[in-house]
Nanobody, 126 residues
Framework: QVQLVESGGGLVQAGDSLRLSCVAS????????IGWFRQAPGKEREGVSC????????YYGDSVKGRVTISRDNAKNTMYLEMNSLKPEDTGVYYC???????????????????WGQGTQVTVSS
């Protein structure tokens, strides 16, 4: 059984940093597309950042460019989302996701993902 478990969320102040982690079990993240998505209250879920499996390229949403870094540690089968200079509009539930196929070049497309975590809450106060 595949599980993705996020951690690292919490309540922070504007300008602070957070690092979210997502540990996978029952599935190896290496060579698969991975991504982070978020859903703010009353809004649709949106893409934050992801890594394509076709060429290893990364995608960052316009609202987080320059403030966020996605990475993974294959030895730990874990993906990370480093977030800096957090803003109140970054508040939301953050989800990690993984695609079971290979060769994905459009990792920002949510429907491409097969496995999802349960989400971790990030709240940024002003």
């Amino acid at each position: 059984q595949v599980q993705l478990v996020e951690s690292g969320g919490g309540l922070v102040q504007a300008g602070d940093s957070l690092r979210l982690s997502c540990v996978a079990s029952g599935f190896t993240l290496d060579n698969h597309a991975i991504g982070w998505f978020r859903q703010a209250p009353g809004k649709e879920r949106e893409g934050v950042s992801c890594i394509n499996s076709s060429d290893g390229s990364t995608y960052y949403g316009d609202s987080v460019k320059g403030r966020v870094t996605i990475s993974r540690d294959n030895a730990k089968n874990t993906m990370y989302l480093e977030m800096n200079s957090l803003k109140p509009e970054d508040t939301g539930v953050y989800y990690c996701a993984a695609d079971q196929d290979y060769g994905l070049g459009y990792c920002y497309l949510q429907y491409e993902y097969d496995y999802w975590g349960q989400g971790t809450q990030v709240t940024v106060s002003s």
